[in-house]
């Protein structure tokens, strides 16, 4: 080992010169020549314009989700003959209302409209279901 101090990269001493030292030039990081990764002349650059805005959502409809919820309680609870009823009228109601008021919900309150009416139906063969079940049950102990 010599008594020599190790050079530093900003050394001007000429013995270590290109030893170590940054080169003098400085190059384009985005030039396209000795880069693998230079950014492929096939892309451009991106649009100076922003895109066009889109046009304002129509408020949905509060009543046309009330229906949608109604007739989802209403087919939940459908099997109970009077409250089940009262459910799918309600839901069929709001779901036609709601229908007439925002075309943004319509969607909504036709989904509300369907499960009412699947409510009301099932509500009724239930009811009936029970009424004939009673009045069998009241003829069969009078003998």
Do not use: F, H, K
């Not at 451009?44 to 895109?51: I, L, T, V």
Request: hydrophobic fraction near 40%; proline fraction near 11%.
């Amino acid at each position: 080992m010599s008594d020599q101090i190790p050079p530093t990269y900003y050394s001007n001493n000429p013995q270590w010169q290109g030893q170590g030292q940054p080169p003098n030039t400085v190059s384009n990081p985005y030039s396209t020549q000795g880069n693998e990764y230079a950014p492929s002349p096939a892309y451009a650059q991106p649009n100076a314009y922003p895109p066009p805005a889109l046009p304002p959502n129509e408020p949905v409809s509060g009543v046309a989700i009330a229906g949608l919820i109604v007739g989802i309680v209403g087919l939940c609870i459908c099997w109970v003959p009077v409250v089940g009823l009262l459910a799918g009228v309600a839901g069929i109601i709001l779901s036609v209302i709601g229908q007439r008021r925002s075309q943004s919900s319509r969607v909504l309150a036709i989904i509300g409209l369907v499960l009412s009416i699947l409510t009301a139906v099932i509500c009724l063969c239930v009811t009936g279901s029970l009424i004939a079940g009673i009045i069998s049950a009241s003829r069969a102990s009078t003998y």
